[in-house]
């Protein structure tokens, strides 16, 4: 149609939003709910209209704009954001309104729907706010780009699930409950750390600080299993110091340097100590090219008796288990070598 009859048109259909048969405007909200050219006016009326109607046009009207569907998932009931949460190529700024008010249901419909633009922000708080939850939990994994510091939060969220579950509780004693799971949750998040790209680290490593995780012992284990990337940004962020200057003290600096900014983070000289003889033992195992044991090394130069009563003795406890740790992952993955060569 062209002029006169297209105004003409436009005016009727318009006219027809008043028809009190709600079998005439869902008829409308067909007719119109996948043109592109359809009139705005009558789109975004038809998408306030009663739910059936407004369900027309909501999952389908490629008029809608990504502020109208903004403005509807803020106005709307739980229906209508998971409709506008399954929208094709919904754009991020919806995926981040359904991700901050939208309920369990509608979270979930938003993962599921891989057309869905959801920026790593809107992940990170879909984490905090459903984490506990253990189907969103599942569709947050399964994201490569959920950030690092989410994915150690769901960490937690499954820490605390396993530890209250009646299984457990009936396994095990509660002390035994919390320090298995203290140490299972800081050898999940020296794994995450070891595989974080590059410029996540500093987020991650601000969340450990904020969360309180970045005690000797989880820094020490980073240490010895050679995150050596997410260890040096932990120090810049306790330290204060220029990353630079970090890294060249970590790769390169004398024995009183390391001492001192293993000091300037708060950690007492006995404690500092033993964080230098495992900066210098790792120094020695990267320009040998070998595959030892830092924690490994670092018992045998530190493990004697003034050691064991000194106030760096829980630390040696924990590199012990980590060192136990590795020996058995190693027999484990030699096991595995056996039985798939036979």
Known sequence: M????????????????????????LALAEALAD???????????????????????IARSPVLTEGDLVDLAGRGDNLIRGLIAARPLLPRGVAAAVAEIGDEAEVAILLENETASITRISLKRIAERYGHRSDIRNLLLERGNLPADARHMLVGHVAAALANSGLVRTAMAPARIDRVTREAGEAAAVTIAGTVPQEEIADLVEHLRRAGRLTPAFLIHALCTGKVDFFASAMVSLSGLDERRVRAILATGRRHAVRALFESTGLVRDIAA??????????????????????????ERLHSADMLLSPVSELLDMIEKLHRMEVRLNARSYASDVWLAA
């Open 2 to 25: 062209a002029g006169e009859q297209h105004r003409a048109a436009a005016l009727a259909m318009t006219y027809l939003l008043d028809d009190p048969s709600p079998r005439v405007r």
């Open 35 to 57: 043109s592109a050219e359809a009139p705005r006016a009558i789109i975004v009326s038809l998408a306030e209209d009663q739910p059936e109607i407004a369900c027309t046009v």
């Open 274 to 299: 033993v964080f230098v003889e495992a900066v210098f033992l790792w120094r020695q195992v990267a320009a040998s090219g070998t595959l030892g044991s830092i924690s490994e090394l670092l018992l």
